[in-house]
């Protein structure tokens, strides 16, 4: 699918659901969200007769996410049905780890194309502040599990939280110590994000720097995404930056992402899309979906405005139910 700018829509975030187990302090208020009611969210049958019109459309690409993907029952029976969509050429998931050895035997039997774990602290301490209830040790332990799989591509996603003093160089040691790559995700204003500052990507660099010497750029592509890599000597993996708000990318946007309640939304800031579940729920045929589906990519915005005030139709939802 291309959009009405000419960009080429070959990839997709999907939330299976809203729910999650850690409640961190940029993604989900301490009590929790209001949850999404069971029926609203799409059954799995559902998830998978939209994957097929998607990659139809032209999608190649899955990224599975949540809320917390691996705290809804059977999500790999999800991934596995996923991958076996002709045309879909990766199927990945973004998890934050706590669960993730529990299921890392049966994602790496199924192929998984690549996992990502969201890590923002390596420290006990910290992480239990950041994430209110987590215990990092486990994440710690799903990842020593993941990477006894060297054919799994594993990256690490931490999001920097200005004026924490948050120890970054630790996790950007991940990819010094192990073949992954470190991504540092610069905070978005949405939801909880709101209330934090952004810790650019200068600023993470220099850090970075002082401690371990010259980033290097690295100009080939590693993945799907906006990132942008560096490489370190000595590391084995490469440093990247997501930089959403100091490196607009917005031109180069390839996704668009569908929440669990089957919303298909168009950009993360704005709350601008189509309801593919009222469709579904009302007998629409894959014709009218696929209608609906190309109508709602060329209605795409052109970019986010996220340094603007007052902007119209913006987003009002949590990260946890977009998806990230
Ligand atoms: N629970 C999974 C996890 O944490 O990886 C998947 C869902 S989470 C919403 C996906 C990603 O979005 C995580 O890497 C998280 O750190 C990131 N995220 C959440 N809120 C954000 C914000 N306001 N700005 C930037 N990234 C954010
Ligand atoms: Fe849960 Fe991921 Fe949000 Fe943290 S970032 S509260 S792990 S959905």
Known sequence: MQDRFGRTIDY???????????????????????????????????????????????????????????????????????????????????????LLGDYIEELADIGIDGINISIDSLDKEEFKKLTRV????????????????????????????????????????????NPVHVRFIEMMPIGEGKQFKFLDEDSIKAMIEEKYGRL?????????????????????GKIGFISAISHKFCHECNRIRLTCTGYLKTC?????????????????????????????????????SFLQKNIACEEQGKMSAIGG
Do not use: W
């Open 268 to 304: 993360l800031q704005y709350d601008i899309g189509t309801d593919l579940k009222e469709l579904i729920r009302h007998g629409a045929s894959d014709a009218m979906l696929e209608e609906a589906i190309v109508r709602a990519v060329q209605a795409k915005p052109m970019e986010h």
């Open 12 to 98: 997709i975030r999907i939330s299976v659901t809203d729910r999650c187990n850690l409640r961190c302090l940029y993604c989900m208020p301490e009590e929790g969200i209001e949850l999404c009611q069971c029926e609203d969210v799409l059954r799995y049958e559902e998830f998978v007769r939209l994957c097929r019109i998607f990659a139809k459309l032209g999608t190649k690409k899955i990224k599975i996410t949540g809320g917390e993907a691996l705290v809804r029952k059977d999500a790999v029976n999800l991934i596995r049905a996923i991958k076996g969509i002709e045309g879909i050429e990766q199927v990945t998931l973004t998890t934050n780890g706590i």
């Open 134 to 177: 987590g215990n990092v040790d486990k994440v710690k332990e799903s990842l020593a599990k993941a990477l006894t799989y060297p054919d799994l591509k594993i990256k690490i996603n931490c999001v920097p939280c200005d004026g924490d003093n948050q120890n970054l160089l630790d996790v950007a040691a991940l990819a010094k110590d």
């Open 216 to 236: 290097t750029p690295f100009d080939a592509k590693l993945g799907n995404g906006p990132s942008h890599y560096f490489s370190l000597q000595g590391f084995q």
